[in-house]
């Protein structure tokens, strides 16, 4: 049957669970043991909490991850923040790192790089709508995590950004 799903994804760019059971004609319970044996395997990435994708798919879309995501979080924001010193003008930085040292660095700092999906940032936005942040605020620190995650991905830390695949917030 997990032979009958790959041939199945190999022709799909991102599908869900209920995907294949309508294609295979599977029901879900019966699938969704082999989708999480096979994302331990990585066979499959699951990149949203109800969307994968094969992991080839990822390969052929983006440079091959050589670094594999063995650097922490912290390291990964380090590296951003060292070229945005360079590019943003004072002010901006200053708020860059501050948004890390209050918000980011405390939530993510257990994390390395390539552990980070996109639940771990809902989970890390309902936390700051919780702690009062407007809408903007969080935003603005999301938008920061998007870029240190897109640095990584420049990097060749990780295969794909999982801020892409989070919700904005609407103003």
């Not at 994708?53 to 990822?58: D, P, Q, S, T, W």
């Not at 980011?104 to 999906?117: A, D, G, W, Y």
């Amino acid at each position: 049957m997990k032979d009958k799903i790959l041939k199945i994804v190999k022709g799909l760019r991102k599908f869900t669970i209920e995907d294949i059971s309508i294609i295979a004609e599977l029901d879900e319970e019966e699938i969704y043991p082999l989708i999480e044996q096979m994302v331990s395997e990585q066979k499959i990435i699951q990149i949203s909490h109800d969307q994968y994708m094969k992991a080839e798919k990822i390969i052929k879309t983006k440079r091959e991850t050589t670094k594999k995501g063995k650097i922490g979080f912290k390291k990964a924001a380090q590296n951003f923040m060292t070229e945005a010193e360079n590019k943003c003008t004072p002010s901006t930085f200053k708020s860059y790192k501050s948004a890390f040292n209050k918000h980011l660095s405390p939530f993510f700092q257990e994390f390395r790089i390539c552990e980070i999906k996109p639940e771990n940032i809902d989970e890390f936005i309902e936390q700051k709508i919780e702690e009062g942040l407007s809408n903007k605020t969080i935003d603005n620190i999301a938008k920061l995590l998007g870029s240190i995650l897109e640095k990584a991905l420049k990097d060749r830390y990780i295969p794909f950004n999982p801020a892409r695949a989070v919700k904005k917030l609407y103003l």
